[in-house]
């Protein structure tokens, strides 16, 4: 891998790259790229990503390859706005409203007891402002909540800019991307990428390599990034912050609006809006639009001599976010899908959202301009092929065979290549994949009868030592009862506490069973004994009230295409394969991957595709040859 990313930098050629858990592939990419003569750009998804490349393994390779240099090469960490402690803000953090909390009406002294801790909170920020070189909210510890937060942080849109704020000289964002500038390594995060691409690629320093590591993560970064919503939350502090700055009537005028998006809301079930925004909406998003318009045009420029740079750019940036949004909205433009999103509890979130269609557009266009990308993953093939990775990417299909292992496959002729360096693992020794083939095919929501049976047998079987991936809360929720009534084994559920204390409860007690959702089927790290059987209720497609998903779907059958096999399907691979990934983690791993999903093996087509996807493990459906292994599994 290293030596196929050295060749990729110096042919200009951008490279894809599998590389399977425990291959050391952050170290494979970071030899190269500390030898690159000039700056490089590591994007990860995760935040343990991440810290583990900048407390661990750059420091080791720094100190290594610093005698074939003739110096040290230095790396820094860039983040978004929002997580350095901003001075300008914090001068004001104690009159900032805590709106989340101040316009719900709680009860009078839930509301003293809220102010108060917040109170305390900020105070302990300030004097940690003192103190901090960085003023990285990572660093703080112990840490404070979101909504203490968000009083001393400033989001990117709301910032003025170091010359005409008065603490710009003192700014910690300025500082990180000042330090950035200057590192020879520049380790950063999808979400941050994503917006320097829509924002033209100035945040970031200039590069000439870029990693991206999680690769698969990246386009649903993107369009999250370029995702715009409306809330009355948002609308009502937009007028709140413009208040000081305008006419009590242009005031009014958002106040209107934003009652007339809570009406509109009201009238309309969640889900995607297929023929265009409903005629109350569409009126509450006219008034938005003009409202917000004009404000901003009563307030006018951000001036250096004004007495209050902040607090105008703030209120003027929440102005501009909602006209354009309003205006995006309106316009219902085809590249763009509309949705409701509604929480389940009667008095909880409200939006109207927008998000693009696709970003491999926005890929193709602002991804590989001027740099060699290298983008890198345990799951980048689907079903054995680059192919759907590469166009989500905004790459064209490969016109040559991919490599299965050793030396990358020549350029398609596009420009890209790829390898896939395979696994140190032993797959087939090390795990079984059982399908549960004689289980019907699932079809209410929630966990079968039947499954819920073939759960509990395998379960006792092992004795815990199990990571239940459901596809639905209800259906966790359903199998965590089931487990704990049928059995004495203890029962992790998530959403009981904070996900670390949950898997470090399941990592110390071998007896236990942790049962939960999407979140764990990508971010459990349980080598060893602890973790032996992974069980999975059904294969992870997109729900059809997904918006994106469906009207991704919708489009490819609108052009003749099979929306289910080109959008559904990759979905769920990639889903899957993050899932089954979960057991084996290390060469001393043994276990069992059961899916009580008959169609990974009845489905004709995808069944094969999906398991394509998958690490070679030993396969069967027969249930004695999965009950004897952890039998024998509990036995040692």
């Known amino acids: 891998m290293a030596a196929a990313i050295e060749r990729a930098v110096t042919d200009s050629e951008h490279l894809l790259v599998q590389a399977g858990t425990g291959t050391g592939k952050s170290l494979a990419y970071l030899t190269p790229a500390l030898l690159v003569d000039g700056p490089v750009v590591v994007s990860t998804a995760t935040l343990a990503l991440q810290n583990q490349l900048v407390e661990h393994d750059l420091p080791r390779l720094a100190e290594a390859v610093t005698p074939i240099l ?38 009078r002294q839930k509301w003293l007891g809220e102010a108060g801790r917040l109170g305390k909170q900020i105070q302990r920020l300030r004097a940690w402002a003192d103190k901090t070189a960085t003023g990285d909210r990572d660093e703080l510890d112990p840490g404070v909540d979101d909504t203490a937060w968000r009083q001393v942080s400033m989001p990117a849109r709301d910032c003025v800019g170091a010359a005409r704020c008065p603490y710009g000289a003192e700014c910690f964002a300025e500082a990180s991307r ?24 100035h945040i970031v320093p200039p590069h000439k390599l870029l990693v991206v590591d999680e690769a ?59 023929a265009g925004l409903p005629p109350l909406l569409h ?42 949004t309003a205006q995006r909205l309106l316009e219902q433009a085809e590249h763009d899908v509309a949705w409701i999103e509604k929480s389940d509890t009667g008095a909880g979130r409200r939006a109207l959202v927008v998000a693009p269609l696709s970003v491999a557009g926005t890929l193709a266009g602002n991804l590989y301009t001027d740099r060699t990308v290298v983008a890198t993953s345990a799951t980048l093939t689907l079903g054995g092929r680059f192919d759907t990775v590469a166009r989500s990417l905004g790459l064209p299909a490969a016109a040559v065979p991919e490599q299965r ?14 390898l896939d360096v395979g696994s140190p693992f032993d797959y087939p020794k090390q795990g079984i994949l059982y399908v549960a083939a004689h289980l019907p095919r699932p079809a209410a929501s929630g966990l079968p009868a039947a499954a819920g049976e073939e759960l509990v047998t395998l379960v006792t079987a092992l004795g815990g ?3 239940g991936l459901f596809s639905s809360r209800r259906a966790a929720t359903q199998a965590a009862e089931l487990v704990r009534a049928r059995t004495d084994l203890p029962v992790l559920l998530q959403g009981d506490e904070s996900l670390p204390i949950l898997v470090r409860k399941f990592r110390e007690d071998r007896a236990s069973c942790l049962f939960g959702v999407m979140s764990l089927w990508q971010g459990v790290d349980v080598p060893g004994d602890a973790c032996q059987l992974v069980v999975i209720d059904r294969l992870p497609f997109p729900r059809p009230d997904e918006p994106l998903a469906a009207a991704r779907a919708a489009a490819v059958d609108a052009a003749g295409g099979s929306g289910f096999a080109a959008v559904s399907v990759p979905i769920a691979a990639v889903r899957l394969a993050q899932g089954v990934g979960r057991l084996i983690r290390s060469t001393g791993d043994r276990g069992v991957v059961a899916v009580l999903d008959s169609r990974l093996e009845t489905a004709r087509g995808y069944g094969a595709f999906l398991r394509g996807s998958l690490p070679p493990f030993w396969y069967t459906t027969r249930p004695e040859a999965a009950i004897g292994a952890l039998q024998r599994l509990a036995a040692t």
């Open 465 to 467: 030592r199990t990571l």
């Open 405 to 418: 292992s050793g030396t990358a496959a020549p350029a398609s002729g596009d420009g890209w290549s790829s």
């Open 70 to 107: 003739g110096r040290r090469p230095t790396f820094a960490v860039l983040k978004g706005r929002h997580h350095y402690l901003c001075l300008a803000k914090l001068e004001h953090a104690d009159e900032e409203e805590p709106a989340d909390t101040l316009f719900d009406d709680p009860p």
């Open 283 to 324: 009126q509450a998003v006219t008034l938005i639009d003009a409202s917000t318009r004009a404000a901003l045009e009563a307030i006018g420029d951000v001036k250096a001599d004004d007495p209050d740079p902040v607090r105008k750019q703030q209120a003027k940036a929440t102005l501009d976010e909602l006209s354009t």
């Open 178 to 201: 000042a330090r950035a500038r200057e590192a020879d390594v520049v380790v950063t995060n999808h979400s941050l990428l994503a917006v320097d691409m829509l924002a033209g690629r």
């Open 216 to 274: 698969h993560e990246l386009a649903d970064r993107v369009s999250s990034a370029a995702q715009a919503e409306l809330t009355p939350e948002a609308v009502e502090r937009a007028g709140r912050r413009a208040r000081p700055l305008i006419t009590p009537a242009a005031g009014e005028a958002i106040a209107e609006a934003g009652d007339a998006l809570t009406v509109g809301l009201g009238e309309v079930p969640a889900g995607r809006l297929t």
